[in-house]
């Protein structure tokens, strides 16, 4: 218990430093960070497996409460650019994975979790359930994820530029992208929220119950999984799916804990080895996701830039809030990047499986 809580003290002040420079995904990153230097430097880091449990039904309960009516109703109609980017980045995921697998000592299901274009802290615990290296699959996901939010942005610019000169949006997706800004409640946020205490203890013993039954059932990622889907059909059932923001911040700072101490001294050289790999991923999602935000422009009329900022591997609300500084529809990226989320979480983790079956048949 006292090493617990020295890790998690440990975790705090990392966090709060990120969070007070205003590093974005701060919390996470931060305690993260601060965890894995305490580990490497003292090997005396500890965090319990129910940590782990509580940072993923966390964590599920919030990627749930954001598939309301709305969006759902707003997905509908673009169906086929969901599928088409789901599937792309999919894609895009297992060549990734392939291509690291050959060119570092990494095993092939920590090369393919390293690809996955998902939250860092997800994705990490995931990786852990299913038996991935989880240190190496965060540092993966660190990097994609710092370089994504400082590089992606600013080669969007110039792409679109180029794209706009050769072919001038039509009228059809300049009245799509307006008519979607001048709806704030696509993105599934709420201003003002009736009876908040009732509605977080309903979404929070739905995400537990659900949960701690992933758990039990020994399904890799079910307390994730589980808290998903559950609180997905309460928010669409009752509309009634709510959380305060401030148990999201807390599940942040437990989850980076968690993965920050599984890292070792013994890490380090590993790591080290693993920089050309991480380069090359980041910039082959770069040629990829451009690539796919093109195509996805031309066939479903979607405007080049929000397009692309929807094929952009971070965060939702980085993605929409960014995306709307530089002229996009911040609401349908949002959506779009809440759809790629969500099936990131679901459908990714047995498409891995599937492949690693598919592979060790084949060899």
């Known amino acids: 218990m006292t090493w617990f809580l020295a890790t998690f003290l440990v975790g705090l002040i990392g966090a709060l430093i990120c969070f007070k420079l205003k590093v974005t ?53 673009m169906a086929k650019p969901t599928v088409f980017l ?13 291509v690291i697998y050959a060119l570092s000592d990494c095993d092939l299901m920590t090369a393919l979790f390293a690809a996955v274009p998902g939250g860092v802290a ?9 038996g991935a290296d989880t240190s190496r699959v965060a540092v993966f996901q660190l990097f994609r994820m710092i370089t994504v939010l400082t590089f992606f942005p600013v080669l969007i610019l110039p792409v679109t530029k180029y794209i706009t000169k050769k072919q001038p949006p039509s009228n059809n997706s300049m009245q799509e992208q307006t008519e979607t800004q001048a709806s704030p409640e696509a993105t ?17 013993s739905i995400a537990f119950v659900f949960g701690v039954l992933g758990a039990i059932l020994n399904i890799p990622a079910g307390p994730l999984l589980f808290s998903t889907l559950s609180v997905s059909v309460l928010s669409l059932w009752t509309n ?8 999201k911040r807390f599940a942040m700072i437990i989850a980076g804990s968690y993965v920050g ?7 380090l050289d590993g790591i080290v080895r693993l920089i050309f790999p991480m380069i090359l991923l980041v910039a082959g999602y ?23 900022f929807s094929c952009t591997p971070a965060g939702a609300s980085d993605m929409a809030l960014l995306a709307t500084d530089l002229g996009a529809a911040g609401p349908q990226v949002a ?11 679901t459908i990714f983790p047995r498409a891995i499986e599937l492949v690693l079956w598919l592979w060790g048949m084949v060899t």
């Open 86 to 98: 789901v599937g792309g980045l999919l894609i895009i995921n297992i060549i990734m994975g392939f």
């Open 188 to 204: 599934g946020n709420r201003k003002t929220v009736d009876k908040p205490v009732k509605k977080t203890v309903l979404t929070l």
């Open 286 to 308: 770069m040629v990829f996701c451009v690539l796919l935000g093109i195509l996805m422009s031309r066939l479903f009329k979607i405007d080049i830039t929000t397009a692309l």
């Open 25 to 77: 995904g701060g919390l996470m990153i931060g305690s993260l960070v601060a965890v894995a230097l305490f580990n490497i430097i003292t090997g005396l880091a500890y965090f319990p497996l129910p940590a782990k449990i509580f940072a993923q039904i966390i964590s599920g309960a919030f990627i749930g409460m954001q598939v309301n009516r709305k969006n759902v109703s707003d997905l509908k109609k």
């Open 240 to 247: 009634n799916a709510y959380m305060p923001f401030a148990i």
């Open 335 to 345: 959506l779009l990047q809440i759809a790629r989320l969500f099936c990131v979480i």
């Open 122 to 130: 997800d994705i990490s615990i995931i990786s852990s359930d299913m």
């Open 261 to 267: 101490s599984s890292f070792i001294r013994e890490n």
